[in-house]
């Protein structure tokens, strides 16, 4: 009897240990993705960036809490959001933004001159662009969603300039979370041509002309 009980506790333990491996074996792989900015800035005939003069100082830029995390954040109803387990960002989300806005913002003003916040010593900076980032989400069939406020500020002590609101959405067809992170990368896009577009609007600072 104590045998029968003994080959059991054996061939139990044999069923458990090959369920598990079997779980293991068939886990999904996890994906990761960066966002995309525009092609490369234009370059004159000795390669080097086609910079205009103006000199644009990037940031702070407040980020939403809830966004900072490696899984990519989809909203499926008005108050409820669903965190990807496989779906993850390669890095910062918040860093990752940045560093395409301020891209795309070089490209579009055809300037290398692009310094980021924190700013470090006394650089002449013509353009200050400060920003909260109030929502960055969206759902894999459906649209990504950007909504951000933000301003440019110029002029000698850096008081005066514009304030703007943007609400950018662009569709994401496809089911799956490459199709979501292409359509929030062109959101980027288009909130960078928003902010070129009020630059270029602004009087050119006497150091630039």
Known sequence: MSQSVFFRSIL???SLG???CWGCASSPQARFY??????APLKDQ??????KGLTIGLGPIRFPDYLDRPGIVTR??????EIAEFDLWAGSLKDDFLRV????????LETDKIVLYPYIGAIPIDFRIGM???RFEGTP??????????AILEGPDKKDGVVRKSRITEPAPGSDYQSLVAAQSRAVERLGREIVQAIQALPAPAAAK
Do not use: K, V
């Open 12 to 14: 139990i333990c044999f």
């Open 18 to 20: 090959l369920l598990f």
């Open 34 to 39: 960066t966002l995309s900015s525009l092609s």
């Open 46 to 51: 000795t390669g080097q960036p086609l910079g």
């Open 76 to 81: 499926r109803s008005g108050n409820t959001i």
């Open 101 to 108: 806005l301020a891209e795309n913002i070089s490209i579009l």
């Open 132 to 134: 909260n980032l109030n």
């Open 141 to 150: 069939g459906d649209q990504a969603l950007l909504e951000a406020t933000w």
